[in-house]
């Protein structure tokens, strides 16, 4: 579950292909804590492994229909 919510932060406008039908997910994000203080940074990096890198279809037409319709 972890992976898939730093999936989904990592996830960018460009990563979403409403044509295709699909999401590629290609970088993942972390908040880092700075070492003893309440602050922290996101950090965005590459999935872990290859096979982590991957197109997940969008299966609910309802989300690539054209709204203009």
């Known amino acids: 579950m972890i992976r898939l919510a730093a999936s989904v932060i990592g996830l960018r406008v460009k990563d979403v292909d409403l044509t295709a039908g699909h999401v590629s997910v290609r970088q993942t994000a972390q908040w880092v804590k700075r070492k003893d203080q309440a602050v922290g940074d996101w950090v ?18 309802a989300l690539i229909a054209d709204p203009r319709d």
């Open 44 to 61: 965005f990096g590459t999935p872990k492994s290859r096979r982590s890198s991957r197109d997940v279809p969008l299966l609910d037409r």
